[in-house]
């Protein structure tokens, strides 16, 4: 009925709080890489890109919430949108339905954006670490 309303709210803090992060981040650390072939650089990948990440999956998730919604015609182009918000008793069922499955949704999206921001911590960290003693291996 409504469940996606409570990622999509999720969705617009967190786009907020990217655009604000992203204005007040200073220039990334980086360190060059060399190879035989070529030379690159490893950076830091800053915590507004990576809230960007958390933005775009809530986004992602709740517009094709939506659209299973309108399909299903529980969300139509005219007021009340939400075709449980008419009546009292179906408003109060659709008030449930974002506190429990919405909530849980939110809490899932972000739980594996947890996982994907330790994961890609321990990567850069094994980069630098490989990094370092590469460096120390060509002094």
């Known amino acids: 009925m409504a469940c996606f309303l409570v ?7 967190t786009t ?16 060059p890489v060399h ?3 070529e030379t690159c650089e490893i950076a ?6 990576k809230l960007k990440w ?28 939400l075709t449980n918000a008419a009546n009292p008793q179906d408003a109060m069922e659709m008030l449930h339905e ?3 499955t919405g909530s849980t949704m939110a809490l899932l999206v972000t739980t ?5 921001i330790l994961i890609t911590g321990h990567m850069q ?13 060509d002094a």
């Open 7 to 13: 990622p999509t709210a999720e969705a617009v803090v």
């Open 16 to 31: 907020v709080a990217s655009k604000a992060a992203r204005s007040k981040e200073q220039k990334t650390e980086s360190a």
């Open 35 to 37: 190879n035989e072939e």
């Open 44 to 49: 830091k990948i800053p915590f507004s890109r």
């Open 54 to 81: 958390l933005s775009n999956m809530l986004w992602g998730g709740s517009g094709l919430l939506a659209f299973e919604h309108i399909w299903h015609g529980e969300l139509v182009p005219w007021f009340p949108f």
């Open 98 to 100: 974002m506190a429990v």
């Open 112 to 116: 594996v954006w947890c996982g994907m």
């Open 125 to 137: 960290k094994k980069a630098w670490k490989d990094i370092s003693e590469k460096a120390k291996e």
